[in-house]
């Protein structure tokens, strides 16, 4: 039983694999208190970490200091109000513009399985057991239903809240979030996930500090500036060795990721919906859900919080993993908007000529679109560019054993555009003034249905009419004008949201109606790559930054969360059109194949050298792309922090093979070989390394590691594969 109530001390237990949640009730009027998150311990005596017995301020045995109670107990949901100053899960304001909530135990039960978060993505499986405890106001009559689950196969805890109005007078939330978790701040560091267009995900750990730190958006995407997502961990932490705590958001829109520490050197650690653009009326008898968030504890360094969240993601949160990858072709870079038929049949060929499977045709098939400055919204076929349309290209490309797939925009409109000027108002707009353009496009209102039925009904007409294979759906704006003539002024604050939701039930029917279509997410390359759209779509494109050297850092810190195989990973043009950098082709190769790989660029401009290595990364790209995909990563390097050389490590989930991409960037300036420790073997086994014949235990390979040979150059890659030896 991985979830348990301990009558007698008042004790919630929740046991994963490796660690242990606890939770507690507190006094005659039964507060619920965050007691341990961390590695498995058998007992349920923690309540002494509350600290109780130091406090005088716990309110049975001190009224008059109850404001001090709530300054300082780790309250498992905070709510506004009473004294708690620090950040709150929830904020209300009640009919009477009272902003005050207090919540106290009212009942829990235990179930088997899961339930799904209605409209809202969020893992799911079997092999899991859910606890729901319920809390109460009983001034405001308001329920807070908080889900609690425990997958058998997975060291997570999923968490979320759904807030109930059971009274009789309408309320407002002013904030929602998703979880909270208290611990001491002494020794911790800080990890987020920061950046911009191009250089998507990086990585940055600091030393925690009194007062507020983290990452938020209020982009209305989750941005690629900062990652929902939030990581404390022991300064000694290791990829390795040392306790981490992650905290991820399966949510795409608007979020705040914040570690606060306060007066006593406590933290709290809130995740959710961030509060600054959000607001819900809560009408009598409904309930607002907030979206999951996934808590990993792991005391195997950042390594073991990453492969725990693969392993989440991958089983529990990703539909479509198991979907073939096929190598692709994409257009893009090869022709941006200027290509015809046959320049797309001579793309077709390219890809034929290597055995690339598919070809994307990227932006520019549709409407009048030779500019990034019209059509968005006219999901035609133009048949001044393709006279066949898509179901001819279909077919020709076909005949060359070729698939076919498509670029859309489909959350856009474009000023000029048929659909902008039948529909104005189907673009958001403040009222009264002129909508904000970004990249000469609009955001279409998703918080309506006739908008969505109109997208959706474009959007499959273009899938049913060739045979399509692939659909990559792109979001290349943020959202500034957040205003739906949907709802009335006193609403407006549930818009961002709504709009967040929009979407997921447009890509949830796009997955129900087409569910052989691999669908890949982009958000002007990594500004959505979040584990709500993964949900949605088994891969996402991690920037439209594909140079090899930037792609290394940014494929980091997006692998600190997801599995390799939700990252989009192309050879493209060089110089690269992002950076201007020249970065040798088998190195571009050799960084893409570790996700899921592709070309975007034109085949036939490259030189014959460059083209006779195509054949080979294919081969290695079907050889080991099952193991990136599906097997345990480790990093044994990183040219982040080294500045030189770089090496990612995948092994088999059985550990029957391992393959290890090393890339250095830069000359050592050294004639001693460089030693690579490996990792994830089983240490006993024997394994045999490919290009060597050498043969050696796991323990050896592990503990010897491998000798990297002194090469004075920059751009060095290798692959390094091993194959266990069986008797
Ligand atoms: C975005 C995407 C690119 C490409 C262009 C097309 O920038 O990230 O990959 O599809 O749009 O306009």
Redo the contacts with the bound molecule.
């Keep these: 039983m991985p979830i348990s109530y301990n009558e007698q001390r008042r004790v919630f237990r929740l046991d994963t694999p490796h660690t242990t949640y606890l939770m507690g009730l507190v006094g005659s009027e039964n507060f619920l208190g965050h007691i341990y998150y961390g590695p498995s311990v058998p007992d349920d005596n923690m309540e002494y970490l509350l600290r109780l017995e130091e406090s005088p301020f716990t309110p049975d045995g001190n009224a008059r200091e109850r404001a001090s109670f709530y300054d300082c107990f780790p309250f498992e949901y905070p709510a506004w109000g009473g004294g708690n100053f620090r950040e709150p899960c929830l904020r209300v304001r009640d009919a009477r513009g009272g902003g005050n909530c207090e919540l106290f135990y009212d009942s829990h039960r235990v179930f088997q399985g899961k339930p799904a978060l209605e409209g809202l993505p969020a893992t799911y499986g079997d092999g899991c057991e859910t606890l729901e405890i319920v809390l109460r106001d009983p001034v405001l009559e308001l329920r807070v239903h908080l889900l609690y689950t425990v997958f058998e196969d997975a060291d997570a805890i999923c968490r979320s809240a759904r807030i109930e109005n059971a009274g009789t007078e309408a309320l407002d939330l002013t904030a929602a979030l998703s979880a909270s978790l208290e611990m001491d701040a002494e020794e911790l560091e800080v990890i987020t996930l920061h950046g911009s267009w191009a250089r998507e995900q990086t990585i940055d750990r600091r030393p925690l500090r009194p007062g507020r730190q983290g990452t938020f958006s209020q982009r209305g995407i989750s941005s690629h500036q900062f990652h929902p997502f939030l990581a404390l961990c022991e300064p000694t932490a290791t990829q390795e060795r040392g306790l981490v705590y992650g905290m991820s958001f399966v949510y795409s829109g608007n979020f705040l990721a914040q570690a606060e520490t306060d007066q006593y050197r406590r933290v709290r650690a809130v995740l959710g919906i961030h509060p600054d653009s959000f607001q819900w009326r809560l009408e009598p008898g409904a309930s607002f859900q907030t979206p999951e968030a996934a808590l990993v504890c792991s005391d195997s360094g950042l390594g073991g919080m990453s492969r725990t969240y693969h392993d989440l993601f991958r089983r529990h949160l990703i539909r479509g993993q198991k979907k073939h990858r096929p190598a692709l072709l994409n257009s ?1 870079e090869a022709c941006y908007f200027d290509f015809d038929h046959e320049r797309l049949l001579q793309l077709g060929r390219e890809a034929a000529r290597y055995g690339i499977e598919l070809l994307v045709v ?2 520019g098939w549709f409407g009048r679109r030779d500019t ?1 400055t019209s059509s968005l919204g006219d999901w035609r076929v133009d048949l001044k560019k393709l006279p066949g349309g898509l179901t001819r290209l279909a077919e020709e490309l076909a005949d060359m054993g070729v698939k076919l797939g498509v ?1 859309m925009e489909p959350e856009m409109i474009s000023p000029d555009s048929d659909l902008y000027r039948a529909h104005p108002d189907y673009a958001m707009a403040v009222p009264g003034r002129t909508p904000t353009q970004a990249r000469c496009q609009l955001v279409l209102d998703l918080t309506r249905k006739e908008v969505r039925d109109c997208v959706y009904d474009q959007i499959s007409a273009v899938l049913r009419s060739a045979d399509i294979r692939y659909l ?1 759906w ?1 979001m ?1 704006r943020p959202l500034t004008d957040v205003y739906s003539p949907s709802l009335p002024p006193d609403r407006q604050g549930e818009t961002a949201h709504r709009y967040v939701l929009g979407l997921y039930e447009l890509q949830e029917r796009l997955v129900t109606d087409f569910p052989e279509l691999l669908l890949e997410n ?1 958000c ?2 990594g500004g959505r790559f979040d584990a709500g759209m993964l949900y949605y779509s088994p891969q996402i ?1 991690t920037s ?1 930054n594909a140079e090899a050297v930037d792609r290394l850092v940014i494929q980091e810190g997006a692998a600190l969360l997801y599995p390799l195989s939700s990252m989009g990973a192309h050879v493209a043009a060089c110089p690269s059109h992002v950076n201007g950098r020249v970065t040798p082709f088998a190195i571009r190769g050799q960084v893409s194949l570790t996700g899921c790989f592709g070309y975007e660029l034109d085949l036939d401009k490259l030189s014959e050298e460059e083209q006779a290595l195509i054949p080979g990364q294919l081969a290695e790209y079907r050889r080991f792309g099952p193991i990136f995909r599906e097997g345990d990563c480790y990093r044994l390097a990183s040219y982040r922090e080294n500045h030189t050389y770089d090496a990612v490590m995948a092994v088999a989930k059985d550990k029957s093979a391992a393959v290890v991409s090393f890339v250095q960037v830069r000359s050592r300036a050294s004639r001693r070989s460089l030693r690579l420790r490996l990792a994830g073997l089983e240490e006993t086994a024997l394994y045999r390394r490919e290009d060597t014949g050498e043969v050696r235990s796991g323990a050896g390979w592990m503990r010897g590691g491998v000798l990297m040979e002194a090469v004075l150059s920059d751009y060095l890659g290798r692959l390094i594969y091993l194959e266990q030896v069986r008797e």
């Design positions: 893009w990227d932006d990034d670029w990559k792109d290349n982009c002007s390359g494109w439209d």
